[in-house]
T-cell receptor, first 115, second 111 residues
Framework: GNSVTQMEGPVTLSEEAFLTINCTYT??????LFWYVQYPGEGLQLLLK?????DKGSNKGFEATYRKETTSFHLEKGSVQVSDSAVYFC??????????????FGSGTQLTVLP | NAGVTQTPKFQVLKTGQSMTLQCAQD?????MYWYRQDPGMGLRLIYY???????DKGEVPNGYNVSRLNKREFSLRLESAAPSQTSVYFC??????????FGSGTRLTVV
């Protein structure tokens, strides 16, 4: 079956530090990959996506590159801010029957950025 | 504002009680989903509806039922709540890829 493995948290960084959150996946076929962010008390929001090998998704200073050879999609940011404190989820989807596209999520990584 | 609306936001149930979680979307999406979120386990799919009139089981359907009332609404019912169903429940909808929009969640505690 399909699965997503994220680095365990929590991760605590100082403001302006470099962030990496590791994500690897197992999938039958060629998945599309996502990073979602969940701020306290809110639902998940799409942060970035990549649909094929070597694609780089980027948004709000975050980046992740779809690496088929290592089955990875690591999230990076060069300089984190306090406002980036949230839970980050890596996820994948494969084309399924009909229009429903089920997402498979990793366990989430809690990031806390200290001023 | 366009999006996915879930009600209620919080609920406490006694073991054996029943309740229905409501979800509505106003984006004209065809597909809707119910996920549960538990600490250290990410989100797991309970049920989904690819289109109006269809529903299918996800990864963890036991103890739940769903109804796709119309294109906008997709409800989740717990017939006899158990402490193991204490969780945060998220409804989502999607249409054209990637198109996933999540509601803000329902925090359910079963005592």
């Amino acid at each position: 079956g399909n699965s997503v493995t994220q680095m365990e948290g929590p991760v605590t960084l100082s403001e302006e530090a470099f962030l990496t959150i590791n994500c690897t996946y197992t999938a039958t076929g060629y998945p599309s990959l996502f990073w979602y962010v969940q701020y306290p008390g809110e639902g998940l929001q799409l942060l970035l996506k990549a649909t094929k090998a070597d694609d780089k998704g980027s948004n709000k200073g975050f980046e992740a590159t779809y690496r088929k050879e290592t089955t990875s999609f690591h999230l990076e940011k060069g300089s984190v801010q306090v406002s980036d404190s949230a839970v980050y989820f890596c996820a994948l989807t494969l084309i399924s029957s009909g229009s429903a596209r089920q997402l498979t999520f990793g366990s989430g990584t809690q990031l806390t950025v200290l001023p | 504002n366009a999006g996915v609306t879930q009600t209620p936001k919080f609920q406490v149930l006694k073991t054996g009680q029943s309740m229905t979680l409501q979800c509505a979307q106003d984006m004209n999406h065809n597909s809707m989903y119910w996920y549960r979120q538990d600490p250290g386990m990410g989100l797991r799919l309970i049920y989904y509806s690819a289109s109006e009139g269809t529903t299918d089981k996800g990864e963890v359907p036991n103890g739940y039922n769903v109804s796709r009332l119309n294109k906008r609404e997709f409800s989740l019912r717990l017939e006899s709540a158990a402490p193991s169903q204490t969780s945060v429940y998220f409804c989502a909808s999607s249409d054209a890829f990637p198109g996933y929009t999540f509601g803000s969640g329902t925090r359910l505690t079963v005592v």
